[in-house]
């Protein structure tokens, strides 16, 4: 069986995540075709499928169009057959000259750090910085704490989006943070209005308690706007903080 998936002008990591989400409930030897836009997608589906030991390939289907193909479960053959063309794309049924699989990617690329072999395509995306750092010895469970608005150092508008898709691919992962941080600038992506609020439900939802400074929506003046999570203190931020397995500081 094919697969589907049209992700042509949807941010990142929205084609990764809803590939992944696809082939979880596809059987050995079904296909997932993405639609997407733009090289960088094409090259984090690659690495997407190296990392998991697929079997992969793209064409280019026209001018700002790529179909990435993934066959769920099992590393490639030794026959190194094409994957089924589908329904084909705006120049017909696939012509790619070849398939690649883990075993092609060298193993920057397989760790995300950079391009898969044999694809035509090199580039390494980054989403801003990270910081992950050791909790309390017996410590129990992973803090994220978020404060600011926007993710990196540089254009505003693109460290919101950054951190927008940030949460979006939180709510993708099988294990979830115990409690996500909120403070002085990041205290705005919890209130009416915010783009991130959606997601940071489905978070509370799955489980993660949302913490936001009160001193911060006061000083913003958004207290009576908080939409998700419970308002805090810094007492108890601090002793979250210092009594988290790991925190993670974005």
């Given at each position: 069986m094919i697969y589907q998936i049209d992700a042509k002008g949807r941010q990142c990591p929205i084609p990764v995540v809803e590939?992944?989400?696809?082939?979880a409930g596809a059987a050995?030897?079904?296909v997932v075709e993405t639609l997407v836009d733009n090289e960088i997608a094409v090259?984090?589906?690659e690495k997407m499928a190296a990392q998991k030991g697929?079997?992969?390939?793209?064409?280019?289907?026209g001018p700002g169009c790529w179909r990435v193909r993934i066959?769920?479960?099992g590393a490639a053959g030794a026959n190194g057959a094409v994957l089924p063309a589908g329904n084909g794309g705006a120049n017909g049924p696939d012509s790619s000259a070849g398939l690649s699989n883990a075993g092609s990617v060298d193993a920057a690329a397989a760790a995300g750090n950079g391009s898969a072999a044999g694809t035509g395509a090199a580039g390494t995306v980054t989403g801003g910085a990270v910081d992950g750092n050791a909790g309390a010895p017996g410590g129990k469970g992973t803090v994220v704490v978020i404060s600011a608005d926007h993710m990196g150092e540089g254009d505003e508008g693109l460290g919101r989006l950054l951190?927008?898709?940030f949460l979006y691919a939180?709510?993708?992962r099988d294990e979830l943070p115990e409690t996500l941080i909120l403070y002085n600038g990041g205290a705005k992506l919890s209130?009416?209005?915010a783009e991130t609020l959606e997601d940071l439900k489905v978070l509370e939802a799955g489980g993660v308690e949302i913490l936001t400074c009160g001193t911060c929506l006061n000083h913003y003046g958004l207290t009576e706007k908080l939409r998700v999570g419970s308002v805090s203190n810094m007492y108890a931020i601090c002793e979250k903080l210092m009594t988290a397995a790991k925190v993670v500081k974005i």
């Open positions: 590939t992944k989400k696809a082939l050995e030897g079904d090259q984090n589906l697929l079997v992969y390939s793209h064409t280019q289907e066959k769920a479960g951190v927008k898709s939180l709510t993708s209130v009416e209005g």
